[in-house]
């Protein structure tokens, strides 16, 4: 949320409280405003919709983000889904960027985003261990992960680069949820690039390209 939010935020956030018998203070909605401002102001309000038919008391700001987010597990179903249509439509010779870090993280422990191809041809019953696999990682994932800044996922292109010491520097594909894509440069690992993007070579995807799936 941003602060042009707040009146949208307050309004929604005094209703819920009136319904469920809470008294608001200017202070109290200062805080939870702070405690949800990292989440889009339409899913917010979508929670506080929800709490107002399924909810018995006023949420505490942690409950009201459960609402927000869903479960850790329905995070990590949609966490699956998001990176099984990567690999079908990106595939792993290309560096990603899904944006989320709990997600890299899984990703990583699993092998790496260069190793990811083989879930995607694994037969349904193999596929089906892994993803309890991944379920159970997201999980223990989400507890530590959720504030760093993600790892890089480097696709097999990249990191061939990296170890012949072509050059230093990888088009990076950033990933949606909705499968919206844009390309940005990202150094290789263990390079040094120079400042700017190099022009002119012939494995580099320009700054700034973006396109709808």
């Given at each position: 949320?941003?602060?042009?939010?707040?009146?949208?935020?307050?309004?929604?956030?005094?209703?819920?409280?009136?319904?469920?018998?809470?008294?608001?203070?200017?202070?109290?909605?200062?805080?939870?405003?702070?405690?949800?401002?990292?989440?889009?102001?339409?899913?917010?309000?979508?929670?506080?919709?929800?709490?107002?038919?399924?909810?018995?008391?006023?949420?505490?700001?942690?409950?009201?983000?459960?609402?927000?987010?869903?479960?850790?597990?329905?995070?990590?179903?949609?966490?699956?889904?998001?990176?099984?249509?990567?690999?079908?439509?990106?595939?792993?010779?290309?560096?990603?960027?899904?944006?989320?870090?709990?997600?890299?993280?899984?990703?990583?422990?699993?092998?790496?985003?260069?190793?990811?191809?083989?879930?995607?041809?694994?037969?349904?019953?193999?596929?089906?261990f892994k993803r309890a696999e991944f379920v159970r990682?997201?999980?223990?994932?989400?507890?530590?992960?959720?504030?760093?800044?993600?790892?890089?996922?480097?696709?097999?292109?990249?990191?061939?680069?990296?170890?012949?010491?072509?050059?230093?520097?990888?088009?990076?594909?950033?990933?949606?949820?909705?499968?919206?894509?844009?390309?940005?440069?990202?150094?290789?690992?263990?390079?040094?690039?120079?400042?700017?993007?190099?022009?002119?070579?012939?494995?580099?995807?320009?700054?700034?390209?973006?396109?709808?799936?």
């Amino acid at each position: 949320m941003i602060e042009s939010d707040r009146p949208a935020f307050g309004e929604a956030l005094a209703i819920l409280a009136e319904t469920l018998g809470e008294e608001l203070s200017a202070t109290k909605v200062r805080g939870y405003f702070e405690a949800m401002r990292d989440l889009d102001i339409e899913v917010v309000i979508d929670a506080m919709r929800y709490c107002l038919g399924h909810c018995k008391f006023f949420p505490k700001p942690v409950e009201l983000r459960d609402a927000a987010e869903g479960s850790v597990e329905d995070q990590a179903a949609l966490a699956w889904t998001w990176m099984l249509r990567a690999l079908e439509d990106v595939g792993t010779y290309q560096s990603v960027d899904f944006g989320d870090p709990v997600l890299h993280a899984v990703i990583d422990a699993l092998g790496g985003w260069h190793e990811a191809w083989r879930i995607e041809r694994l037969d349904p019953r193999d596929q089906g261990f892994k993803r309890a696999e991944f379920v159970r990682l997201y999980r223990a994932m989400a507890t530590r992960a959720g504030d760093r800044a993600a790892l890089p996922l480097f696709g097999q292109h990249a990191l061939g680069n990296a170890k012949n010491g072509h050059h230093a520097w990888s088009g990076m594909l950033a990933i949606g949820p909705d499968g919206r894509r844009a390309s940005r440069p990202h150094p290789l690992p263990g390079a040094r690039p120079t400042p700017e993007f190099p022009p002119g070579e012939p494995d580099s995807d320009p700054p700034s390209t973006e396109s709808t799936q």
